[in-house]
């Protein structure tokens, strides 16, 4: 029978897929701000110049949708997903931590199912060799193709999350499965701010 990884390996591990999808979540940015600039200039064009770049809107849309499947990731290791915690915050902390490793399956079943019918809408666009209905006509599995990248990328990366968070589980580090998967608190959510700010003063005064 195969033994777990250690947790030393699962840390390491972690840090290399933050370190990629911290890459992602800037790759993600730029996308949206390039769909910004896009925009901005077909509307000035149209506006100043009489004429259009043409399909601004339609790459636009494929930019959310691939920008936004690249960034769950990050997001996810951030811990910055929405969580109701009104009666979380009065729970006892191993049962706190718990309920952090059931929301953190729940979330992997989720994405897991998205991510399958993302696969099949893909294989269909392939098979078919299907074409957007746009003066652009573009092949439909590219931006499908991408935005499914960006799932699966965050599959893999709650696969990891979960296989330390329950290893840590099991082991009664709950300091681990909160760090993973809890909720964040008012005063990590400020320190976190002040160490922003002061890293941007050292910036200016650099």
Same mark, same amino acid.
């Given at each position: 029978?195969?033994?777990?990884?250690?947790?030393?390996?699962?840390? /390491?591990? %972690?840090?290399?897929?933050?370190?990629?999808?911290? /890459? &992602?979540? !800037?790759?993600?940015? =730029? *996308?949206? $701000? &390039?769909?910004?600039?896009l925009i901005s200039f077909d509307v000035l064009a149209r506006k100043f110049l009489g004429f259009t770049t043409g399909g601004a809107d339609e790459l636009s849309s494929y930019a959310f949708a691939i920008s936004? +499947? !690249?960034? @769950? =990731?990050?997001?996810? *290791?951030?811990?910055?997903?929405?969580?109701?915690?009104?009666? #979380?915050? #009065?729970?006892?902390?191993? @049962?706190?931590?718990?309920?952090? !490793?059931?929301?953190?399956v729940a979330l992997g079943v989720f994405m897991a199912m998205l991510t399958y019918y993302a696969y099949d809408v893909v294989g269909a666009s392939l098979a078919q060799s299907s074409r957007a209905n746009t003066p652009l006509a573009t092949p439909l599995a590219i931006p499908q193709g991408l935005w499914f990248a960006g799932l699966f990328f965050m599959c893999v $990366? *709650?696969?990891? %999350?979960?296989?330390? &968070? +329950? $290893? /840590?589980?099991?082991?009664g580090d709950i300091a681990t499965v909160k760090a993973i998967a809890g909720v964040r608190s008012t005063q990590e959510e400020a320190e976190e701010e002040a160490a922003a700010g002061e890293r941007m003063v050292k910036g200016e005064t650099a």
């Amino acid at each position: 029978m195969t033994s777990p990884p250690p947790p030393n390996a699962l840390a /390491a591990l %972690m840090r290399h897929a933050e370190t990629l999808s911290r /890459a &992602a979540v !800037w790759c993600a940015g =730029a *996308l949206t $701000i &390039a769909s910004v600039l896009l925009i901005s200039f077909d509307v000035l064009a149209r506006k100043f110049l009489g004429f259009t770049t043409g399909g601004a809107d339609e790459l636009s849309s494929y930019a959310f949708a691939i920008s936004t +499947s !690249w960034s @769950l =990731a990050f997001a996810t *290791l951030q811990r910055a997903n929405v969580r109701v915690d009104v009666l #979380y915050q #009065y729970f006892p902390v191993r @049962l706190a931590a718990v309920f952090d !490793w059931v929301s953190l399956v729940a979330l992997g079943v989720f994405m897991a199912m998205l991510t399958y019918y993302a696969y099949d809408v893909v294989g269909a666009s392939l098979a078919q060799s299907s074409r957007a209905n746009t003066p652009l006509a573009t092949p439909l599995a590219i931006p499908q193709g991408l935005w499914f990248a960006g799932l699966f990328f965050m599959c893999v $990366i *709650l696969a990891l %999350m979960l296989l330390r &968070a +329950s $290893i /840590a589980l099991v082991t009664g580090d709950i300091a681990t499965v909160k760090a993973i998967a809890g909720v964040r608190s008012t005063q990590e959510e400020a320190e976190e701010e002040a160490a922003a700010g002061e890293r941007m003063v050292k910036g200016e005064t650099a």
